[in-house]
C-alpha cells in the first residue's frame, strides 16, 4: 500500500492532494465507534511537509491542555512518520481537538524521547475545522518545517521526491464512544499504532 503526498512550490498551490482514509479499525468492542476519518500530507519547497487530518466524530472528547500530556486518552489524530530516508527513527503527533499534541522520537514504541528535549524548534499544529456535506469535522494541521526536522535528525534536509513511510491514525482511549482507525492496516494490539513494520510508503513527488 502507497500513499502520493505531492510537492508544491508554495502552500498556495495545494489543491487537489490525494486524501487517505482512517478506515481501518481495530481491537473493536462493544460499544465502540468508526468515525468517519481523513488525512493528507504534502509537502512545499523550501517550507516542509504538512499533513492535514480531520475527523466526524460524536462524543468528542477533550480534557487535555498541555504539550505532551496523554491527549491519545483524548478524541485524536495522529499522524507518525519517518521523514528521513535512510533513518529508522519515526516522530509521532498526537493531537487533541484544541490543537493540544503529544511529540516523540525512537526506532520502537518502548524508549522513545520526547522532541522538546532534543531541539528548541516546534512544528507548527494548529486546530481546524472542515464542513462537508452538510457535516462538521474537527481537524488539526500539522507542519514540520524543513529546519525543525533538519534539527531534530542532526542532518541536512531539504524537500525532495522521496520514498518515506508511516500511518496516519484516530483514536480515543477514555472517550464515551472509544475507537482505533488506521490508514495502513495494523497488525498487534500489543504494538499498538507504534508499528513502524506496518508503516505504508510515502512517495513524495513533484505535484502533476
Not at 101 to 111: C, F, M, T
Not at 169 to 194: E, I, N, Q
Request: glycine share 6%; hydrophobic share 35%; with cysteine.
Amino acid at each position: 500500500m502507497e500513499y502520493i503526498a505531492p510537492i508544491y512550490k508554495s502552500a498556495a498551490e495545494a489543491r487537489n492532494f490525494p486524501v487517505a482514509e482512517i478506515n481501518s479499525f481495530h481491537w473493536e468492542k462493544e460499544g465502540y465507534s468508526r468515525p468517519e476519518s481523513y488525512a493528507a500530507l504534502f509537502a512545499v519547497e523550501g517550507e516542509g511537509i504538512h499533513a492535514v487530518l480531520w475527523s466526524f466524530e460524536d462524543n468528542i472528547r477533550c480534557e487535555c491542555s498541555e504539550r505532551d500530556d496523554p491527549v491519545y486518552t483524548d478524541s485524536c489524530l495522529e499522524l507518525f512518520l519517518m521523514p528521513v530516508e535512510g533513518d529508522a527513527r519515526y516522530i509521532n503527533f498526537e493531537v487533541n481537538p484544541k490543537g493540544v499534541y503529544l511529540s516523540q522520537i525512537g526506532e520502537k514504541r518502548e524508549g522513545r524521547q520526547f522532541i522538546k528535549e532534543l531541539t528548541d524548534l516546534e512544528p507548527v499544529i494548529m486546530p481546524v475545522d472542515v464542513k462537508a456535506n452538510g457535516k462538521k469535522a474537527w481537524g488539526c494541521d500539522i507542519l514540520l518545517p524543513e529546519k525543525f526536522i533538519a534539527d531534530l535528525y542532526g542532518t541536512e534536509y531539504k524537500i525532495h521526491p522521496c520514498e518515506i513511510k508511516g500511518n496516519f491514525y484516530k483514536c480515543a482511549d477514555l472517550s464515551a464512544s472509544p475507537h482505533y482507525g488506521a490508514h495502513f492496516p495494523v497488525t498487534t494490539a500489543a504494538l499498538g499504532f507504534h508499528n513502524p513494520d506496518c508503516f505504508g510508503k510515502i512517495i513524495i513527488r513533484k505535484a502533476d
